[in-house]
């Protein structure tokens, strides 16, 4: 096949070249709710300097953004507002949970925080810490890169396969007594069809 | 200074002083309360309200009260301090709201109904301040579970198919 390619051309498959451009072009959508978001703002500055893997562009707006960074802990009344914009956000979308309070709730164990993002949004990548050095969540963009060449497809269709929720357990078994209690108690208003949805991916695991 | 017998002169002898380190407190029943709030404002020059807020007291030694409120004033003028506690009890807590006196206790008033259900009569705009609406409990009451009753995982899971 002495095809004669000029020494400037180079042939490739187009999932490829798709995939080189989206991983050198992550646009991050700042979620920022904490302590977490001065690292995100310092791996952006210009010590640390994001934008040598492409990722300087925070886009305000979920519609032009294509990797979620949440940084810091979410608690039950932002949450809907964290699912809005994952959802407002166009594919192929990836999600970065940044620290501890991200990834598992961290020290706040109490009441009004959620516990780990990926129990309500889908989750990529996980960078531990409290907060995290800047470093490491450059590292996690550049895990992220590798991840988009290696897995990206134009249709985002690899990631249709993953139907639950990736992290720690739902529930510990001593949260699942207190919601059955108060399922008996029958409070007002309390959706207790959500609940039995909580209980049943629970005890699965747990029970 | 403001003494606790000319107060007493004019609300009766039910009204108690005790004081820990610099703090000077005033106990009164909660029928009396507005009255002496409102005559401290006008006759003794306790013209802002530092904060508002409420205490628990289940299963604190020696309480007899569920809960008790507390109005931390001050004195502009002369530097004084004085904190007001008043009692109010299950099943229904309840006190007259202090917006006409001190327009700032407007969200003092509905943190402390948001954490704790105490309800102020003829406040504008009693609603949560913290919490969303759809919120059932209320949190800082001693026999609200610490980790919840599971409101924080009540909501939908979002999948990548789904998404």
Redesign the interface.
Known sequence: MAVGLPENVFLTKLDAAANWARSNSMWPMPFATACCGIELMATAASRHDLARFGAEVMRFSPRQCDLLIVAGRVV??M??VL?RI??QMPEPKWCISMGACACSGGVF???????GVD????VDMYVPGCPPRPEQLIAAVMEMQAKVRRTGTIMGKE???????MGPE??ES??RY??Q??NLVQ?????AA??QA?LN?GAGKNG | MVELSVLQQKFGTELAENSFRDNRRVDVPAAKLFDLLSSLKSDHGFDMLIDLTAVDYLEYEGATDRFGVLYMLLNVTSGERLIVRTAVNLPDPKLPTVYSLWRGCDWLEREVFDMFGIVFEGHPDLRRIL??E?F??F?LRKD????????????????????
């Open positions: 039950m009344k949450l809907p699912q994952w959802l164990d109490t009441y009004a925080v959620v516990q129990r309500f949004i889908p990631f249709m396969a993953r139907d639950t929720p739902p529930f001593e949260e207190r919601i209690d108060a409070l007002g208003g309390f959706s959500m609940t909580g991916r | 919490m969303p759809e059932t409990s949190p609200y579970p610490l980790k919840g009753r599971g409101e924080r995982h009540n909501f939908p899971v979002i999948t990548r198919a789904g998404s």
